[in-house]
């Protein structure tokens, strides 16, 4: 096959001599199993190209990944969610007397409620030093209504006001968590 003209000045006589000489070598006959190989490969349907999807999973990247992001996941269960969970708290000195207010909203009015309270652990209603849960019937209002609750701080510890509404056969409750420190020593 002759050069074309633009390499005319590129090939050197010993090229030409080089490439008339190779021509002339007679070509090696295929081994008895190329043609089949060679039919079979030819004819075999190309495998479908990978998708996006499955290059990522192949990766071991991917998989790195997927385990910081279940790690991360899982502490924030175990912790941040039991934080974000507690009820916010309410703190006392032993013996102080506060007003605790309690909010109760309404979806609509609520005529001849009952309204139980209940004090627990450290904590007493103010005049109610013997007994723990107190009840009345009432209205309520439709939206926020405010209970005003005394409460006297009896021990150290933990206690609970818990407002317990009830009104044709529908029971909600809200409940405060209260905590009751010993005083502080003087420093002198």
Do not use: C, Y
Not at 29 to 57: D, G, V
Not at 72 to 80: C, F, G, R, S, Y
Not at 145 to 162: D, H, Y
């Amino acid at each position: 096959m002759p050069a074309p003209a633009s390499w005319a000045g590129l090939v050197s006589k010993d090229d030409d001599i080089l490439r008339r000489a190779l021509q002339r070598l007679p070509a090696p006959e295929p081994r008895p199993e190329f043609i089949e190989r060679a039919f079979a490969t030819a004819t075999r349907e190309a495998a479908p190209p990978r998708s996006r999807l499955a290059h990522l999973i192949g990766r071991w990247e991917t998989w790195i990944g997927v385990s910081v992001g279940a790690a991360v996941a899982v502490l924030i269960m175990l912790v941040v969610l039991p934080m974000m969970k507690r009820e916010p708290g309410i703190t006392l000195a032993l013996n102080e007397m506060r007003d605790i207010d309690v909010l109760i909203d309404s979806e609509r009015a609520l005529d001849g409620a009952i309204i139980r309270i209940v004090a627990t652990g450290s904590v007493v209603l103010d005049g109610f030093d013997d007994e723990r849960e107190i009840d009345w019937q009432t209205h309520l209002e439709r939206g926020s209504n405010m209970l005003s609750l005394p409460v006297v701080a009896r021990s150290t510890g933990a206690g609970q006001l818990v407002a317990v509404i009830e009104h044709e056969g529908r029971t909600r409750r809200v409940t405060v968590n209260l905590t009751v420190r010993a005083p502080e020593a003087s420093r002198t």
